[in-house]
């Protein structure tokens, strides 16, 4: 059965427990409402790790909308269930004030590779990502953490922080799961109604295509206008950016003589959809 921790302190002395008898602990940071990529997460962690924790926290200092923060899905009970199906031993489920205690006053920031697509388009976002996950990574104590490469760029700023830091956990990719119609999983993916979601697809397809004709020879800048252009005849509203980037640094490419990586950001009705494909 999977046991149910609020507080840091009982999390931390069931870890420091584990570790005494030599247990490598791997951790799945989450925000809950919990789909199959979630749950891959979780396998992974399972197939490299002799425990297991997931945390659940919608952390309020990544969203820099408040409205989405009050429309995030909240499904602790469900996804409860799935976590103990999975085999799961813990679900770290903190209350904001013990993740923020009164007083609190620390910011980790990781410039450079978050200052470009999702963070110019969410300012702040990434700062609060990347504070939530040193908390998180502080409270758990596991040696491994897997997080999901739909957000790619998520990723790579965890990666830079760990590294800068010296935080001594390894962080393990997995990769993106999607739906049988191509779009990838996400939980705010309920949130579409029944027409965005048939049309939601046409985002990695019009990708696919793009990363396509740029291996074929077509020209950058034309492939990613064609593709822009079908994302927004299937019924999308505005592409915030469809680009072809560096896929450690992000930074702007202008050929394949690097690996690299297209990134999406869409919205579809009052929905934000994001992707990436390798290239």
């Known amino acids: 059965m999977t046991q149910v921790i609020r507080t840091a302190a009982e999390l931390q002395e069931k870890v420091a427990g584990w570790k005494r008898s030599g247990i490598l602990v791997g951790v799945v940071p989450t925000m809950g409402a919990l789909h199959d990529g979630h749950l891959s997460l979780a396998r992974a962690a399972r197939a490299q790790s002799d425990r297991v924790i997931v945390t659940i926290f919608v952390n309020p200092k990544q969203f820099n909308n408040p409205e989405d923060l009050t429309k ?162 299937a019924g999308f509203g505005e592409v915030e950016y469809l680009e072809l980037r560096d896929a450690e640094t992000l930074r702007e490419v202008s050929d394949l003589s690097r690996p690299v990586r297209l990134l999406a950001a869409a919205w579809l009705g009052d929905v934000r959809l994001i992707d990436n494909i390798d290239v």
């Not at 040696?143 to 760990?162: C, H, M, P, T």
Request: overall charge negative; charged content about 20%; aromatic content about 6%.
């Open 72 to 233: 995030y899905p909240r499904t602790e009970a469900q996804d409860l269930a799935l976590l103990e199906a999975e085999g799961v031993d813990v679900l770290f489920a903190p209350q904001p004030e013990e993740v923020y205690p009164e007083g609190f006053a620390t910011t980790v920031s990781v410039a450079g590779v978050s200052e470009m697509l999702e963070g110019a388009k969410r300012p702040g976002h990434f700062d609060g990502v990347a504070t939530v996950v040193s908390k998180l990574f502080g409270m758990t104590q596991a040696g491994r953490a897997f997080f999901g490469e739909k957000d790619w760029q998520q990723v790579q700023v965890v990666q830079r922080l760990v590294r800068d830091l010296n935080i001594p956990i390894k962080i393990i990719p997995c990769p993106t799961i999607r739906e049988a119609d191509g779009l990838a999983m996400s939980s705010r993916n309920v949130r579409l109604t029944a027409q965005d979601r048939s049309r939601a697809p046409a985002l990695p397809n019009a990708m696919q295509h793009a990363a396509q004709s740029i291996r074929s020879g077509v020209p950058i800048a034309q492939a990613l206008e064609e593709a822009t252009a079908m994302i927004v005849a």
